[in-house]
């Protein structure tokens, strides 16, 4: 099972690492859901851990239909996870009618490249997020789909959950989140089959 811990600082990248996390999600603002980290901050967490450090690449908070400028900032944002080593880049895009923005998630799956892509929870935002499964399964370089299933926790996402591993098959990996704890990782891991999680506390409070 491997733990994904969501983070905003350093100390907390280094405690979670500590405490059993096997790779990080490094945000900044996560009262805003995650942006991206500055290169200060992305340098010293990768430099100075020894797990994986996936960045985030969110130029605003708010929605996630992101306008030709944006797309333009989060090809720096990439230049810049580049740079400092980052393992991957996390981001998520859509159009006006909530679908899935496949245009410009494979302009910047491209760019990324060779890093991997994790198509965040913007996916939830989508009536069915079982349909933009198959939609990112088009694009390649998106190596995972951070999802709880289109709800508020994987608790009650599991039934699509399940729907979106089944069609992902093996090459798109579906990391689980929505309040995901140490207390409940392992029966989250159990009920939907999953081989990796994702949440602010799962492995403790940082």
């Known amino acids: 099972m491997i733990k994904e811990a969501c983070v905003e600082t350093f100390e ?15 945000c900044s603002d996560l009262a805003n859901d995650g942006l991206t980290p500055s290169f200060n901050l992305m340098s010293r967490t990768i430099s100075e851990l020894k797990i994986p450090i996936m960045a985030m690449v969110r130029p605003r908070a708010g929605n996630f239909v992101h306008t030709k400028k944006e797309v333009e900032q989060m090809k720096k944002d990439i230049d810049a996870a580049k740079q400092a080593g980052a393992a991957g880049v996390v981001f998520g895009l859509l159009t006006p009618d909530n679908k899935i923005d496949i245009e410009n998630t494979r302009i910047l ?25 198959n939609d990112l399964l088009e694009i390649e370089g998106i190596k ?3 999802t709880s299933g289109g709800k508020p926790t994987a608790l009650e996402g599991q039934k699509v959950i399940r729907e979106m591993i089944k069609i992902a098959g093996d090459k798109i990996t579906i990391l689980v989140a929505g309040k995901v704890l140490d207390s409940n990782v392992s029966e989250i ?3 939907t089959g999953t081989e990796e999680l994702h949440g602010r506390r799962i492995v403790g409070k940082l």
């Open 109 to 133: 799956a491209e760019y990324a490249n060779p890093l991997p892509v994790t198509f965040h929870k913007a996916i939830d935002e989508l009536g069915n997020p079982v349909e933009g499964v």
């Open 12 to 26: 907390e990248a280094k405690l979670a690492e500590k405490q059993g996390a096997n790779r990080i999600e490094l």
């Open 189 to 191: 891991q159990k009920i």
């Open 144 to 146: 995972r789909i951070l």
